[in-house]
């Protein structure tokens, strides 16, 4: 082989090197790039995705209020009932019944004051 046959295909080496490192860096930065596109694509997902479920959240929220205050004056209608039945049962005297009771002998004293304040 002569000098120069060397000389060329150490050229043609080096090169390919060269022309094959290229390629991996232009590569690693094709998929660095990709990466990137793809990691801004995953944040707006998920994103609207959150969003999304916000939104959700704040309709059950509601649902769920209503829901809890229809059952809580259930409840206290219940809880009202029972201790006027207890109330009755103990005493003999009827809640419904000494209200009134209590709402005519507050007219009476108001009655009373005026006739009293007239003299």
Do not use: H, P
């Amino acid at each position: 082989m002569s000098d120069n046959t060397v000389v060329k295909a150490a050229k043609n080496v080096v090169e390919s090197g060269e022309g094959i490192a290229r390629n991996i860096w232009l590569a690693g930065l094709g998929l660095y790039s990709r990466s990137l596109d793809e990691a801004q694509q995953l944040n707006e997902k998920t994103t609207q995705a959150f969003e999304e479920l916000v939104e959700r959240g704040k309709q059950v929220e509601t649902e769920a209020k209503e829901c809890i205050g229809k059952n809580a004056e259930k409840a206290t209608d219940e809880v009202e009932a029972g201790m006027n039945d207890l109330f009755y049962r103990l005493s003999g005297v009827d809640r419904e019944k000494l209200e009134r009771m209590d709402e005519k002998i507050d007219k009476l004293t108001a009655a009373v004051e005026k006739l009293a304040a007239e003299k």
